[in-house]
């Protein structure tokens, strides 16, 4: 596919509408739904060949964005491993929360190490595993592959009481978003039927693993275009936001961090989704200005959490009056950059240590107030708070500068 106007280079056809049969599979809800006979899809066209020129306008915040991002992962990539980990999980809970799944970062940290936590937490640590396991496998492989995206699909619903059994599986019924819980109708979405699926994911994964597209704009045109297909019954936005760091792992924009870009698209949410929206017409740029906006402000502000990060490690050491290489105690204040929440036995695994000096040493932090503890003896938790402030101020301040920097451009 050509582009039509070298003077608006994301620009090109819009989404077609088709008129398909409809049969409600269960006659339930008000008499208009089960009287619906036939509905509207929206078919996308394919993207494979889509020839694309750079967005002037854009192409100097674009370079800017991947520059900032390419110093954050060379700065601090290598030398705070551990960082990853932390903004990995950022990440997570800022896209679970573009769907309204929210929990308490004390309950997420539990569900994330197996412990009881409420739904929503769980959902959480499975949507952090999915997004850790498909940017490893861009990384490795170097490709974006429909059988890592099924594998975080599996990943995200294999504990999940309604869904385990589509866990993994893309659908093979039709899904619309808004209007009704019985039919398509009033719907504000309504994707492709399911038997388009899978030639749509094929030309989605060709367009993904090319290489003469800008990063940001690849990984901008590769997420809309894969919540325009909606190819699973749920799970599609989490899974989604999940290909934008696959293309930019893939594309080597990134090599050893994961940066918080979904705390920047939930701070305008309805922007978020007006972009989408603005994509289905034939509009690209929406979606490419917040991507590239979001990564922008992302890097930035994550570059301030490291700088804090090495400074608490730093203020944990002077609380205990200095610590010994290899003590239980310095074992545990490496963990804890890591793994702000832990147990005993994650303790254990992270240190080495176990039984009465894994005891003293978790004593030690308590006393120094590096750590806070809850929970029953049975159920023990124990978090560093000062690590866990940091993760939640530097979502609200993506968030926060994301919307400024909107407002005055």
Same mark, same amino acid.
């Given at each position: 596919?050509?582009?039509?106007? &070298?003077?608006?280079?994301?620009?090109? &056809?819009?989404?077609?509408?088709?008129?398909?049969?409809?049969?409600?599979?269960?006659?339930?809800?008000?008499?208009?739904?089960?009287?619906?006979?036939?509905?509207?899809?929206?078919?996308?066209?394919?993207?494979?060949?889509? +020839?694309?020129?750079?967005?002037? =306008?854009?192409?100097?915040?674009?370079?800017?964005?991947?520059?900032?991002?390419?110093?954050?992962?060379?700065?601090?990539?290598?030398?705070?491993?551990?960082?990853?980990?932390?903004?990995?999980?950022?990440?997570?809970?800022?896209?679970?929360?573009?769907?309204?799944?929210?929990?308490?970062?004390?309950?997420?940290?539990?569900?994330?190490?197996?412990?009881?936590?409420?739904?929503?937490?769980? +959902?959480? &640590?499975?949507?952090?595993? &999915?997004?850790?396991?498909?940017?490893?496998?861009?990384?490795? !492989?170097?490709?974006?592959?429909?059988?890592?995206?099924?594998?975080?699909?599996?990943?995200?619903?294999?504990?999940?009481?309604?869904?385990?059994? #589509?866990?993994?599986? !893309?659908? !093979?019924?039709?899904?619309?978003?808004?209007? =009704?819980?019985?039919?398509?109708r009033n719907a504000l979405f309504v994707p492709p039927p399911p038997d388009t699926v899978a030639g749509y994911l094929e030309d989605l994964f060709a367009f993904a693993n090319r290489d003469d597209v800008p990063v940001l704009v690849q990984a901008a045109v590769v997420h809309a275009q894969f919540e325009s297909i909606h190819p699973f019954v749920d799970g599609n936005g989490r899974i989604g936001r999940t290909l934008i760091h696959a293309i930019l792992r893939r594309r080597r924009a990134t090599r050893n961090l994961t940066v918080p870009i979904a705390s920047g698209l939930v701070a305008h949410r309805d922007r978020y989704f007006d972009a989408l929206a603005a994509y289905r017409e034939g509009h690209a740029r929406p979606m490419v200005g917040m991507l590239?906006?979001?990564?922008?402000?992302?890097?930035?502000?994550?570059?301030?959490?490291?700088?804090?990060?090495?400074?608490? +490690?730093?203020?944990?050491?002077?609380?205990?009056?200095?610590?010994?290489?290899? =003590?239980?105690?310095?074992?545990?204040?490496?963990?804890?950059?890591?793994?702000?929440?832990?147990?005993?036995?994650?303790? =254990?695994?992270?240190?080495?240590?176990?039984?009465?000096?894994?005891?003293?040493?978790?004593?030690?932090?308590?006393?120094?107030?590096?750590?806070?503890? #809850?929970?029953?003896?049975?159920?023990?938790?124990?978090?560093?708070?000062?690590?866990?402030?940091?993760?939640?101020?530097?979502?609200?301040?993506?968030?926060?500068?994301?919307?400024?920097?909107?407002? +005055?451009?």
């Amino acid at each position: 596919m050509t582009i039509p106007d &070298a003077d608006r280079p994301l620009d090109w &056809a819009p989404h077609v509408d088709e008129v398909v049969p409809w049969t409600q599979t269960v006659p339930q809800g008000p008499r208009a739904d089960r009287a619906v006979r036939e509905i509207v899809v929206r078919r996308p066209p394919t993207i494979a060949g889509l +020839s694309m020129t750079h967005d002037r =306008s854009l192409k100097v915040t674009m370079d800017s964005a991947l520059a900032g991002l390419a110093q954050l992962d060379l700065t601090h990539g290598r030398k705070l491993g551990a960082l990853d980990q932390l903004l990995l999980r950022t990440e997570s809970v800022s896209s679970s929360k573009i769907e309204n799944i929210e929990a308490s970062l004390g309950d997420y940290g539990k569900a994330l190490h197996g412990g009881r936590a409420n739904a929503s937490a769980v +959902s959480m &640590a499975a949507a952090t595993r &999915a997004l850790a396991d498909v940017i490893g496998d861009a990384g490795r !492989t170097g490709q974006l592959r429909l059988e890592a995206m099924l594998a975080a699909h599996h990943q995200l619903f294999e504990r999940h009481p309604e869904m385990h059994t #589509k866990a993994g599986r !893309t659908r !093979t019924v039709q899904n619309w978003i808004g209007g =009704s819980d019985y039919s398509p109708r009033n719907a504000l979405f309504v994707p492709p039927p399911p038997d388009t699926v899978a030639g749509y994911l094929e030309d989605l994964f060709a367009f993904a693993n090319r290489d003469d597209v800008p990063v940001l704009v690849q990984a901008a045109v590769v997420h809309a275009q894969f919540e325009s297909i909606h190819p699973f019954v749920d799970g599609n936005g989490r899974i989604g936001r999940t290909l934008i760091h696959a293309i930019l792992r893939r594309r080597r924009a990134t090599r050893n961090l994961t940066v918080p870009i979904a705390s920047g698209l939930v701070a305008h949410r309805d922007r978020y989704f007006d972009a989408l929206a603005a994509y289905r017409e034939g509009h690209a740029r929406p979606m490419v200005g917040m991507l590239t906006n979001a990564t922008l402000v992302a890097s930035h502000e994550a570059r301030r959490t490291a700088t804090t990060i090495h400074e608490i +490690s730093r203020e944990w050491e002077e609380s205990l009056g200095g610590v010994l290489p290899g =003590s239980p105690e310095h074992r545990l204040l490496r963990l804890l950059v890591a793994e702000p929440i832990i147990t005993v036995d994650l303790a =254990s695994l992270g240190t080495g240590y176990a039984g009465a000096e894994l005891r003293h040493g978790i004593d030690r932090l308590e006393d120094a107030g590096v750590l806070t503890v #809850k929970g029953r003896r049975s159920q023990r938790i124990w978090t560093a708070t000062a690590i866990l402030e940091e993760l939640q101020d530097l979502t609200v301040r993506i968030e926060s500068v994301t919307r400024r920097v909107d407002a +005055s451009g």
